[in-house]
């Protein structure tokens, strides 16, 4: 047990660095050849924790300040990326926006029962895990998807308490995972 300790240290040394970025080739063999079957981007950070994003054969495809942070290691049908004006963004390899998240606890909403909530002109919308748009922006505010179904409204007015916010309507109605209405 003293040696496992003694090694730590210099382990949490060499782990902690930020020198100069290393690249880790992912999803290879022992030769060191990819062996994904599709091509995805690997996301790496400089001392400032910005990201840059990598193809397969080490080349550079998304420069560090591009982004101000990012939300995913690999990008293969989108990865999710923080734009210097603070919006939450779906971009595929091409750096082409998807989408734009709609901002939950400070960051890009979450997936509940696979899709998170998307905005779009004042609008709210549902992507599916893979960053399929499932549900167009049309809703004036909806709640996360909890047992295939999920509150929305087409009215009302954000209210604010204190620190914290909800979108008051009387007018609520269910959806379901294609965005149609369903009873309740």
């Not at 930020?18 to 992912?26: A, D, G, P, Q, Y």
């Not at 308490?161 to 909800?166: I, K, S, T």
Request: charged residues 25%; proline residues 4%.
């Amino acid at each position: 047990m003293k040696k496992i300790i003694a090694v730590l240290p210099v382990f949490a040394l060499f782990a902690c660095g930020t020198t100069e970025t290393t690249v880790i080739n992912i999803d290879s063999d022992s030769s060191g050849v990819s062996t994904a079957q599709t091509p995805h981007l690997v996301c790496i950070r400089n001392a400032d924790f910005e990201p840059a994003y990598l193809n397969e054969k080490g080349d550079t495809i998304i420069s560090f300040g591009t982004y101000i942070a990012s939300n995913t290691d690999t990008i293969t049908t989108y990865g999710i990326v923080q734009t210097p004006d603070f919006r939450w963004i779906g971009i595929d390899q091409s750096e082409h926006e998807l989408f734009e998240f709609f901002i939950y606890d400070n960051g890009p909403d979450y997936f509940e029962n696979g899709h998170a909530r998307i905005q779009k002109d004042g609008k709210i919308g549902f992507i599916n895990e893979v960053g399929e748009i499932v549900i167009e922006p049309q809703f004036a505010f909806a709640d996360p998807f909890e047992n295939g179904k999920a509150r929305a409204t087409n009215s009302g007015v954000k209210k604010t308490e204190g620190e914290h916010w909800y979108w008051d309507s009387k007018d609520w109605f269910y959806i379901d995972t294609t965005g149609r209405k369903i009873e309740n």
